[in-house]
Nanobody, 118 residues
Framework: DVQLQASGGGLVQAGKSLSLSCEAS????????IGWFRQAPGKEREGVSC????????YFSDSVKGRFTVSTDNAKNSVYLQLNSLQPEDTALYYC???????????WGQGTQVTVSS
């Protein structure tokens, strides 16, 4: 079965960092573009990052650019989202998802909660 398992969230103070992990099973993660999303209570889901399968180019939304980085570990079939200089507005449930066509996602992880206190 195809699964994505996100982990690493927690409660941190503003200015601190967190590292989120997304472990894939049932498929080879490096064969797919992988996206990271977040959704805060009462807000729409926001795409924050994407890493391409072919050349590992990365994309970041303007709201996180310069603060977040994304990387992969093929041996662990995992993708990581490093969250630096966290702000209260980064508080959200963070998801990873597998892209099958441009901006089309078929499998989603269950999400990991990030809470940033001021």
């Amino acid at each position: 079965d195809v699964q994505l398992q996100a982990s690493g969230g927690g409660l941190v103070q503003a200015g601190k960092s967190l590292s989120l992990s997304c472990e894939a099973s049932g498929f080879t993660l490096s064969d797919y573009n992988i996206g990271w999303f977040r959704q805060a209570p009462g807000k729409e889901r926001e795409g924050v990052s994407c890493i391409s399968a072919s050349d590992r180019n990365t994309y970041f939304s303007d709201s996180v650019k310069g603060r977040f980085t994304v990387s992969t570990d093929n041996a662990k079939n995992s993708v990581y989202l490093q969250l630096n200089s966290l702000q209260p507005e980064d508080t959200a449930l963070y998801y990873c998802a597998r892209m099958t066509a441009w901006d089309v996602y078929d499998y989603w992880g269950q999400g990991t909660q990030v809470t940033v206190s001021s």
